[in-house]
């Protein structure tokens, strides 16, 4: 149980087109989802938290319009990189948080992007 | 705000041989500590967690961490490592904003166990 799943797994854009990744908690409802940025060989950076049916709460210095995240059901959430550009390559990771189990968060696989 | 820190960026150790990936903390009231470990390319996996009681808590795959009030630590340990144990291991705190419970992680260490 308590499985967290990313699509895709991997991505290459060019600059300038907007990217869609999606976090799905497939066997659990998650009110609240969250999107982590690692840079290689470092820490997992809260960008923001996914709240369903609300807006999304940014952490400070993420632009909202920038990175768009969507969290229309109680099992999705979805981030898009919006107009692209080569220092937005990252690995990104989301979490969803089970109710059901004391608050725990489950961490997707991630996903890389790749911006040329 | 509630932060982890850890110290040591690799840690080297035998096959075999004890292992320790230290972790320090910095919290407001109780402290709710994880560990968690990342391998290439891949998310991060639970391993284990403490909020209360025991102060040595085990968790997957022969990890076990002590929680150490006097000293604000929270080391993970296992007693003989594994050349697949070989990955990157976070610490985190539960920490409180505006959006609710999130977790603050430390930098990570990277862990490297050889034959």
């Known amino acids: 149980g308590a499985v967290v799943s990313q699509h895709p797994s991997w991505v290459i854009c060019k600059s300038g087109t907007s990217v869609k990744i999606e976090c799905r908690s497939l066997?659990?409802?998650?009110?609240?989802m969250f999107w982590y940025r690692q840079f290689p060989k470092q820490s997992l950076m809260l960008m923001a938290t996914s709240n369903e049916g609300s807006k999304a709460t940014y952490e400070q210095g993420v632009e909202k319009d920038k990175f768009l995240i969507n969290h229309a059901s109680l099992t999705l959430s979805t981030l898009t990189v919006t107009s692209a550009h080569p220092e937005d390559s990252s690995f990104y990771i989301c979490s969803a948080r089970d109710l059901a189990r004391y608050n725990e968060q489950f961490f997707g696989p991630g996903t890389r992007l790749t911006v040329l | 705000a509630q932060s982890v820190a850890q110290p040591e960026d690799q840690v080297n150790v035998a096959e075999g041989n004890p292992l320790t990936v230290k972790c320090t903390y910095s919290v407001s009231g109780n402290p709710y500590l994880f560990w968690y470990v990342q391998y290439p390319n891949r998310g991060l996996q639970f391993l284990l967690k403490y909020i209360t009681g025991d102060n040595l808590v085990k968790g997957s795959y022969g990890f076990e961490a002590e929680f150490n009030k006097s000293q604000t630590s929270f080391h993970l340990k296992k007693p003989s490592a594994l050349v697949s144990d070989s990955a990157l291991y976070f610490c985190a705190v539960r920490d409180y904003s505006n959006s609710g419970y999130a977790l603050n992680f430390g930098k990570g260490t990277s862990l490297l166990v050889t034959p």
């Open positions: 066997d659990f409802q998650a009110t609240t």
